[in-house]
């Protein structure tokens, strides 16, 4: 499949020195898992950090998604042929409590992990190659992509619902596997493509 460049372009990632986001390294405390969990002093993680751990970022018009632009760049250059809409919270997800706790399980996937929020809020967590947790507050209008093999977990926030976009490449495959899966293929080749990189930045 070919691309214009004008859809090339609006695929790109946000770059770091022109946008924010936020995200931080959490602390060792077991409170509640929705709650910020920053450490005392805050330690933000930028952008930059998580671009070399493989993490990319858009901040999108959520309001729009159904005629964006930028958003049909990004599934067209990117293969995302499949699109289904989950709503999280204690009274649209069933089995809500065990899928919260599924979610919270520290995994991996063999593929990418593709979530665009069109409401709410939640947390993605995602471990550092010295293996700390950096916590991202994806809000309304974050697509985040998680690169295959990265150890990873989510939960809401204190608002308690999100209404995200999954993503995928062909038919939908969300199969985790907890940690751990040091010797796990997609693990081997996350390491090899961004142990380098993240470990020299």
Same mark, same amino acid.
């Given at each position: 499949?070919?691309?214009?460049?004008?859809?090339?372009?609006?695929?790109?990632?946000?770059?770091?020195?022109?946008?924010?986001? @936020?995200?931080?390294?959490?602390?060792?405390?077991?409170?509640?898992?929705?709650?910020?969990?920053? $450490?005392?002093?805050?330690?933000?993680?930028?952008?930059?950090?998580? $671009?070399?751990?493989?993490?990319?970022?858009?901040?999108?018009?959520?309001?729009? =998604?159904?005629?964006?632009?930028?958003?049909? @760049?990004?599934? /067209?250059?990117?293969?995302?042929?499949?699109?289904?809409?989950?709503?999280?919270?204690?009274?649209?997800?069933?089995?809500?409590?065990? /899928?919260?706790?599924?979610?919270?399980?520290?995994?991996?996937?063999?593929?990418?992990? !593709?979530? =665009?929020?069109?409401?709410?809020?939640?947390?993605?967590?995602?471990?550092?190659?010295?293996?700390?947790?950096?916590?991202?507050?994806? /809000?309304?209008?974050?697509?985040?992509?998680?690169?295959?093999? !990265?150890?990873?977990?989510?939960?809401?926030?204190?608002?308690?619902?999100?209404?995200?976009?999954?993503?995928?490449?062909?038919?939908?495959?969300?199969?985790?596997?907890?940690?751990? $899966?040091?010797?796990?293929?997609?693990?081997?080749? =996350?390491?090899? /493509?961004?142990?380098?990189? @993240?470990?020299?930045?």
């Amino acid at each position: 499949m070919s691309f214009t460049e004008d859809e090339q372009r609006l695929a790109q990632p946000d770059d770091h020195a022109s946008v924010h986001i @936020a995200a931080w390294y959490m602390d060792d405390s077991i409170e509640d898992q929705r709650l910020s969990h920053q $450490q005392n002093p805050e330690k933000p993680a930028s952008l930059q950090v998580l $671009q070399n751990l493989g993490v990319l970022y858009w901040k999108l018009d959520a309001d729009q =998604y159904e005629t964006d632009p930028r958003l049909a @760049a990004i599934r /067209k250059v990117r293969g995302y042929s499949h699109v289904e809409i989950i709503n999280i919270s204690k009274d649209t997800l069933p089995d809500y409590e065990n /899928k919260i706790k599924t979610f919270y399980e520290e995994h991996i996937h063999s593929d990418e992990e !593709i979530r =665009y929020i069109l409401d709410g809020s939640g947390y993605f967590d995602v471990r550092d190659l010295d293996d700390q947790w950096i916590r991202i507050h994806c /809000k309304k209008g974050d697509l985040i992509i998680l690169p295959e093999g !990265i150890y990873h977990r989510f939960t809401l926030d204190e608002t308690n619902h999100t209404k995200a976009m999954r993503l995928f490449v062909g038919e939908p495959v969300w199969t985790p596997f907890n940690r751990p $899966q040091d010797e796990h293929t997609s693990r081997r080749k =996350y390491l090899e /493509k961004f142990g380098r990189v @993240a470990s020299t930045a």
